[in-house]
């Protein structure tokens, strides 16, 4: 089955960085959608990043765009988010996410609903 296990988070100062880990297994992810997003409490899941697995083609939420970079290494299959310039708004539970869904757009890549596997979270906290 698939899983997907996040890693990284951590407590850091305003401006400080971070790089999140996102480890998957269970199946091969040739063609599928990987992304991550962010939820605080009482909030709904916000799109941070996304990218195809083959072929890269990134999107970023406008919040994190020129400060955050997600990346991938398929012979680790593990997928990463840089963070740079963090701000205390940045501060959220962030999850790694796996879907097969067809159209890849800005609309379709920040949509939750469109994504089938979840990681279990992890907290990023940014001090001021």
């Known amino acids: 089955q698939v899983q997907l296990v996040e890693s990284g988070g951590a407590s850091v100062q305003d401006g400080g960085s971070l790089r999140l880990a996102c480890v998957l297994s269970?199946?091969?992810?040739?063609?599928?959608?990987m992304g991550w997003f962010r939820q605080v409490p009482g909030k709904d899941r916000d799109f941070v990043a996304a990218?195809?697995?083959?072929?890269?083609?990134?999107y970023y939420g406008h919040s994190v765009e020129g400060r955050f970079t997600i990346s991938r290494d398929a012979a680790k299959n593990t997928m990463y988010l840089d963070m740079n310039s963090l701000k205390p708004e940045d501060a959220a539970v962030y999850y790694c996410?796996?879907?097969?869904?067809?159209?890849?757009?800005?609309?379709?890549?920040?949509?939750?609903?469109?994504?089938?596997?979840w990681g279990q979270g992890t907290q990023v906290t940014v001090s001021s």
């Open positions: 996410a796996a879907g097969t869904f067809k159209f890849w757009n800005e609309g379709t890549v920040a949509d939750p609903d469109n994504y089938n596997y």
């Open positions: 269970g199946h091969t992810f040739d063609g599928w959608k």
């Open positions: 990218l195809l697995w083959n072929h890269y083609m990134p």
